[in-house]
């Protein structure tokens, strides 16, 4: 009997964790567009991006990346929907088997040059 109230309170939690996202768009429009990283040297003379790229409830994300094209040789790349969890401190893009989180340290701003910033897991970002 008390194994079935773990597993009914577990499920509840798994439920409520994958239910309790909304669409980024639901929820801030302020995330829609291309986001690109600073540039970041990997070894002398190369350098990579980090690209964030939402559309409606869409998304891709691609870490280590040549700085152009955009995308271009990527150390990976995750595709899928965006969803934003309740409490709007962590952004999830892509596939649940197959996804990466993203920490909200500063939320899209207007920053003091006049151009669109979000800082995610450490990382700053600036709008195109």
Known sequence: M????????????????????KSVSEVNLDYQGTWQSE???????VFV??????SDSQAVFGEYCDLSPT???????????AKINRTEKKIFVGP???QVVLRIDDPPH????GEWE?????????KE
């Open 71 to 81: 995308f271009s040789n990527c150390s990976e790349v995750f595709e899928g929907e």
């Open 118 to 126: 979000c800082t995610l897991t450490s990382t700053k970002y600036i």
């Open 49 to 54: 991006e980090k690209v964030l790229v939402i």
């Open 39 to 45: 540039p970041i040297n990997i070894s002398p003379g």
């Open 96 to 98: 649940w088997k197959k």
């Open 2 to 21: 008390l194994k079935n109230i773990y597993i009914a309170l577990f499920s509840g939690l798994i439920l409520c964790s994958l239910g309790c996202r």
């Open 110 to 113: 207007i920053n003091q040059s």
